[in-house]
């Protein structure tokens, strides 16, 4: 799995079997396609991996806080 190569923790949930989970998912995303994933006020909804490090490069910040490298896919 992507984020475990690069060695970030995630919390999977389930949005079909969790309503909370869901209606979170929507409220911070505005939608209610997966995956979706959040860290602090970066949210990133509906990606392939490709996708999560195109928006992680317009947040640099996250990106060092989440200790993946520019020179690291």
Known sequence: MFFDQHGIGVEVRDVNRDNAAMNRMVEIS?????PTFEYGDFVCADFDTDEFMAELD?????????GIGDDED
Not at 30 to 34: E, I, L, P, S, V
Not at 58 to 66: A, D, G, Q, S, T
């Open 30 to 34: 505005g939608q209610t396609k997966t």
């Open 58 to 66: 317009e947040f640099p910040e996250v990106r060092i806080k989440l």
